[in-house]
T-cell receptor
Framework: GESVGLHLPTLSVQEGDNSIINCAYS??????FIWYKQESGKGPQFIID?????DKRQGQRVTVLLNKTVKHLSLQIAATQPGDSAVYFC?????????????FGKGTHLIIQP | ETGVTQSPTHLIKTRGQQVTLRCSSQ?????VSWYQQALGQGPQFIFQ???????GRGNFPPRFSGLQFPNYSSELNVNALELDDSALYLC????????????FGPGTRLLVL
């Protein structure tokens, strides 16, 4: 079946810089997208979501951008802090597809350099 | 913290055995989904329960089964354990109608020897 993938397995950034994590999806029927953060030994933590009728959504220090034309999703983290170190997953869902659950990518490990 | 709890936190079983994992959903949430996360991978959807019935399933064999109780808590049962069943099992709760916004528990780490 179709799946969500990420471009890079590891991203290293300097503390205080902005981080951009990318995600490509292949299911054109997907209309709901979520970013999760997973720290070592913990479950995924909801960060931000976006529906397909939007192309940008902002939260606290985070922004999600959606480009439906090229099926691309990105998560921008402003002023990256040591506590942002984690694996970040994008997930997608076709809301009209019934209770099929979320489809996750493999994740990007964000490493913060001091 | 999401308010979703899971037990046990860790478990070791041998091949062929059966295991039951438990999940309590966040207060007010009536839908529970279970996911399997292998090491270094993203979570994979197993199934979802709403109103005590399975209402969606991923690509997992029938030896993966579940229950949901009137208080919305849930169990995941796995029979005839295989080595490849070793993984982190995650429970996520949500509110039907906005079921896409799923909040995850800390998971149960299962090791099959």
């Amino acid at each position: 079946g179709e799946s969500v993938g990420l471009h890079l397995p590891t991203l290293s950034v300097q503390e205080g810089d902005n981080s951009i994590i990318n995600c490509a999806y292949s299911n054109s029927a997907s209309d709901y997208f979520i970013w999760y953060k997973q720290e070592s030994g913990k479950g995924p933590q909801f960060i931000i979501d976006i529906r397909s009728n939007m192309d940008k959504r902002q939260g606290q220090r985070v922004t999600v951008l959606l480009n439906k034309t090229v099926k691309h999703l990105s998560l921008q983290i402003a002023a990256t802090q040591p506590g942002d170190s984690a694996v970040y997953f994008c997930a997608e869902k076709d809301s009209g597809g019934g209770a099929d659950g979320l489809t996750f990518g493999k994740g990007t490990h964000l490493i913060i350099q001091p | 913290e999401t308010g979703v709890t899971q037990s046990p936190t860790h478990l070791i079983k041998t091949r062929g055995q059966q295991v039951t994992l438990r999940c309590s959903s966040q207060s007010g949430h009536n839908t529970v989904s279970w996911y399997q996360q292998a090491l270094g991978q993203g979570p994979q959807f197993i199934f979802q329960y709403y109103r005590e019935e399975e209402n969606g399933r991923g690509n997992f064999p029938p030896r993966f089964s579940g229950l949901q109780f009137p208080n919305y808590s849930s169990e995941l049962n796995v029979n005839a354990l295989e080595l490849d069943d070793s993984a982190l099992y995650l429970c996520a709760s949500s509110l039907q109608g906005s079921e896409e916004t799923q909040y995850f528990g800390p998971g149960t780490r299962l090791l099959v020897l």
